[in-house]
């Protein structure tokens, strides 16, 4: 491969320089753009949900007393409910309609009387064994299996009937008043997957200013570096300043700790990926230059060895010759 000039190689060099830069700043904002994505995915508010403590949050407002209390919900019955399939499916209901009006999109129309009544009779048996552990064993004792049962399913039955459903929830949430349609793109994959092509376009402009002897892939593994920093700093800024945020917010700073374990967690994924594919670009460049560039460079500096031309020097004379040559020389001196 023909070495550029060197006037070609320091353009190319300042042009790489500018598009490593946008590579950069699109690549970090398609992170960015990725975790608000991700944090409203369904299963990521669902797992936000399941980490709040209720109790700790609501406590007082809920009734809650503690298992020695003698009046209120006891809390380890709130916190074993909410890890019942029934309150999973309800929350994961709710949480998909919302998830579908902040992205525009269809709300799904579930949660109805009947939906409610036939997920009570799934986990019934969940259920019940809930009722056996917290209620009052004199209580307990008094019925039978099949009228615990029975109770139970009345009695929640009638608490489900209470439920609006998912096109319910989101009307009162008023998501569509709430947030503008404009922003809506910043909640769905779309802006992510456009800036991710971008980057595509870039490191692929970055290859074609850089590609002799592959120093494309160095050029765009270092930009991945840089862009990996700072994740990486922004990961490690929040870890610094959330936890100042919470001092200020009392009780409801367990929101924000479910939170930023959200968060945090979202940027490390990408910081991984970045790091790794850093690695796998600068390996390549190794690896080809070695396993390439190197050996054409042996190859072309024997091959000039072999062509270069042979210099003839002069012979010097015998020492025969020499003495033949003096005489001859006396003789005609002589004469």
Request: charged residues 20%.
């Given at each position: 491969?023909?070495k550029?000039?060197?006037?070609?190689?320091?353009?190319?060099?300042?042009?790489?320089t500018i598009?490593?830069?946008?590579?950069v700043?699109?690549?970090?904002?398609?992170?960015?753009?990725?975790?608000?994505?991700?944090m409203?995915?369904?299963?990521?508010?669902v797992?936000f949900v399941?980490q709040?403590d209720?109790v700790?949050?609501?406590?007082?407002?809920?009734?809650?007393?503690?298992s020695?209390?003698?009046?209120?919900?006891p809390?380890e019955?709130?916190n074993?409910f909410?890890?019942?399939?029934?309150?999973?499916?309800?929350?994961?209901?709710?949480?998909e309609?919302?998830?579908a009006?902040?992205k525009?999109?269809?709300?799904?129309d579930?949660l109805s009387?009947?939906?409610l009544l036939?997920?009570?009779d799934?986990?019934l048996?969940?259920?019940?064994?809930m009722?056996k552990?917290?209620?009052p064993?004199?209580?307990?004792?008094?019925?039978?299996?099949?009228?615990?049962?029975?109770?139970?399913?009345e009695?929640?039955?009638?608490?489900a009937?209470?439920?609006?459903?998912?096109?319910?929830?989101?009307t009162m949430?008023?998501?569509?008043?709430?947030?503008?349609a404009e922003?809506?793109?910043l909640?769905g994959?779309?802006l992510?997957?456009?800036?991710?092509v971008?980057a595509?376009v870039?490191a692929g402009?970055i290859y074609a200013?850089?590609?002799w002897r592959?120093?494309?892939?160095?050029?765009?593994g270092?930009s991945?570096v840089?862009t990996?920093?700072?994740?990486?700093a922004?990961?490690?800024g929040?870890?610094?300043?959330?936890?100042a945020i919470?001092?200020g917010?009392g009780?409801?700073?367990?929101?924000?700790d479910?939170g930023a374990l959200?968060?945090?967690?979202?940027l490390?994924?990408?910081?991984?990926?970045l790091?790794v594919?850093?690695?796998?670009?600068?390996?390549?460049y190794?690896v080809?230059?070695?396993?390439?560039v190197?050996?054409?460079i042996?190859?072309?500096a024997?091959?000039a060895?072999?062509?270069?031309p042979?210099?003839e020097?002069?012979?010097e004379?015998?020492?025969?010759e020499?003495?033949?040559?003096?005489?001859?020389v006396k003789?005609?001196?002589?004469e």
């Amino acid at each position: 491969m023909k070495k550029p000039h060197i006037a070609v190689r320091i353009i190319t060099g300042i042009f790489a320089t500018i598009f490593c830069i946008l590579f950069v700043l699109v690549s970090f904002t398609a992170v960015l753009t990725g975790t608000v994505s991700s944090m409203t995915q369904p299963k990521t508010i669902v797992k936000f949900v399941e980490q709040i403590d209720f109790v700790e949050i609501f406590g007082d407002a809920m009734g809650v007393s503690d298992s020695s209390g003698e009046s209120g919900i006891p809390a380890e019955l709130i916190n074993e409910f909410k890890e019942t399939e029934f309150a999973k499916t309800v929350i994961s209901s709710y949480t998909e309609g919302i998830v579908a009006a902040v992205k525009g999109e269809e709300i799904p129309d579930s949660l109805s009387e009947t939906e409610l009544l036939q997920l009570i009779d799934d986990n019934l048996d969940d259920l019940v064994g809930m009722v056996k552990e917290y209620a009052p064993e004199e209580a307990v004792q008094e019925l039978s299996e099949e009228e615990l049962k029975s109770f139970v399913k009345e009695g929640i039955g009638e608490f489900a009937k209470q439920l609006p459903t998912v096109k319910e929830v989101v009307t009162m949430a008023k998501v569509e008043e709430i947030i503008p349609a404009e922003a809506k793109v910043l909640f769905g994959p779309t802006l992510t997957i456009s800036l991710a092509v971008v980057a595509l376009v870039l490191a692929g402009i970055i290859y074609a200013l850089r590609f002799w002897r592959f120093g494309g892939f160095m050029w765009i593994g270092v930009s991945f570096v840089i862009t990996a920093l700072l994740v990486g700093a922004l990961s490690f800024g929040s870890g610094m300043i959330l936890p100042a945020i919470k001092a200020g917010m009392g009780e409801m700073g367990a929101l924000l700790d479910t939170g930023a374990l959200i968060i945090t967690g979202q940027l490390n994924t990408a910081l991984i990926v970045l790091v790794v594919t850093a690695v796998l670009f600068i390996a390549g460049y190794i690896v080809l230059y070695n396993l390439v560039v190197k050996k054409k460079i042996a190859a072309a500096a024997a091959q000039a060895k072999i062509e270069e031309p042979v210099v003839e020097l002069p012979v010097e004379a015998s020492a025969e010759e020499s003495v033949v040559e003096a005489e001859e020389v006396k003789e005609e001196t002589a004469e």
